[in-house]
């Protein structure tokens, strides 16, 4: 089969302790998955169902980078999340059997454009301009699952210029790792290259030009990104 044009390749992430990269097919993430997050922008938190969002993989930005301010927008902001990256298939999964998809753990940032994302919600409107853009999804390297252990109490921070911005254990999560992939898993067949971003605890802010952010978690290599300077 012939194509009109050349289409991007698939994009990678680097896995510690591996040549081979981990290919990535599909983004999907949550919001409001920290109560305090939730309060701080106003949003009420519900607990009926985890609140789903995606971006598609052209959003992805390896940790590292140096962008460009993103366009459209006067308010980017930050959010510190965990990722993970699923290696199995899996569709109505049960919350038991959910965290045998799990192939590794890396730290990401879902920056979003927020008045774009606000100004959309206050006319009912979908806010995906606001979430989905080029380097948008920012991830570092994944960690196998067995190496990171089962997530608890370890610490999800974000520093911006050296001061600690964003700081909650992931026991703070709302919605816990086996219950968000049951329940994504009853709307899409999850597969391997699947990431999940799994929320942001309280403390995202603006970024501007010359702005450096690192956000960790406890366990896992560090995500960097650098806001150039024009």
């Not at 997050?37 to 140096?66: Q, Y």
């Not at 301009?129 to 370890?154: C, L, R, W, Y």
């Not at 971003?197 to 560090?222: C, F, H, I, K």
């Amino acid at each position: 089969m012939s194509l009109l044009f050349e289409l991007p390749e698939t994009p990678t992430v680097s896995v510690l302790g591996e040549s081979a990269r981990y290919g990535v097919r599909r983004i999907f993430c949550v919001g409001r998955n920290y109560a305090a997050h939730a309060r701080e922008l106003g949003n009420a938190v519900d607990r009926e169902a985890p609140i789903w969002f995606t971006k598609a993989p052209a959003a992805l930005c390896l940790s590292g980078a140096t962008i460009a301010f993103p366009p459209g927008t006067e308010d980017c902001h930050y959010e510190m999340e965990l990722v993970v990256a699923l290696g199995g298939e899996g569709f109505q999964v049960p919350a038991d059997k959910a965290m045998d998809l799990v192939y590794g753990y890396a730290c990401g940032l879902d920056m979003t454009r927020r008045d774009l994302q606000n100004a959309a919600k206050a006319k009912g409107y979908p806010w995906d301009t606001g979430k989905d853009f080029e380097n948008g999804a920012v991830i570092g390297p994944i960690t196998h699952a067995a190496a990171f252990g089962p997530s608890g109490e370890q610490r999800i921070t974000l520093a911006k210029n050296g001061e600690i911005k964003q700081d909650a254990p992931l026991s703070e999560m709302i919605w816990s790792l086996p219950e968000l992939i049951a329940d994504l898993s009853r709307l899409y067949h999850l597969a391997p290259g699947d990431l999940i971003y799994t929320g942001t605890p309280a403390g995202v802010g603006p970024v501007a030009p010359r702005d450096r952010l690192e956000g960790r978690v406890e366990g896992l290599e560090p995500v960097v990104l650098a806001i150039d300077a024009a």
